[in-house]
């Protein structure tokens, strides 16, 4: 569904990334580890097309993407739930949900009652505005939106940041229900490793912008891999 080829990134005159190589496949939860600053959210990024790769090959669904742009992208079906969430907090439940509609066509613009299974508490609280939401609903409530968008490609940044147990438990049930329909790839970057290698079926770890350990999880060594992201 997603391959990254030998990816280069530039922010000025400062090199961010290096020739970086990652691949999603559908039904599958990838998951990209690193200490902070090491370039993980500069490679999202560049493949939502928030900021442009200085080389390299993004392909998307057999296509070459690096020349769209992210709105093109999110209607191509790559959707993003950004590091710090990003909601709308004068916005209703409902209304943020409703943002979702701007990457699909008008018949298909609805909100599935799956959406609602997945995450109950937000179908008690449709009218309530974004921000009086608690962190772990509005966490709950922008990985929700990005499903109205009936994605073909989820890309999750840090979904846990500053979030209660109980819901990460529940984000868990959901990236791990979502992998299992076989329906969508999914790339997830994220700091807590446990989290993170419970979901995991491929790993890719950055340092200093370039890639130091990849592949399928069954493969690699959980203590080495833990090492490399905590060193």
Known sequence: MLEVKNMNLHYG??????????????GKVTCLLGRNGVGK?????SITGQHPASSGEIIYDNK??????????????IASVPQGREIFSQLTVHENL??????????????????????????????RRGGDLSGGQQQQLAIARALVMKPKLLVLDEPTEGIQPSIIKDIQFVIG?????????????EQFFEFAWDLADDLTVLDRGQVVLSGAKAT???????QAVMV
Do not use: W
């Open 41 to 45: 959210s500069s490679t999202l990024r």
């Open 64 to 77: 070459l993407i690096n020349q769209m742009s992210s709105e093109i992208r999110a209607k191509n079906g």
């Open 13 to 26: 005159a400062s090199q961010a990334l290096y020739n970086v190589n990652l691949k999603c496949e559908i």
């Open 177 to 189: 229900y979502l992998r299992d329909q076989g329906e969508m790839s999914i790339l997830l970057v």
């Open 220 to 226: 690699l060594d959980k203590e080495k891999v833990r």
């Open 98 to 127: 409703m943002t979702g509609f701007s990457a699909l066509p008008r018949k298909q613009r609805k909100i599935d009652s799956e959406i609602y299974d997945l995450f109950p508490v937000l179908k008690d609280m449709l009218h």
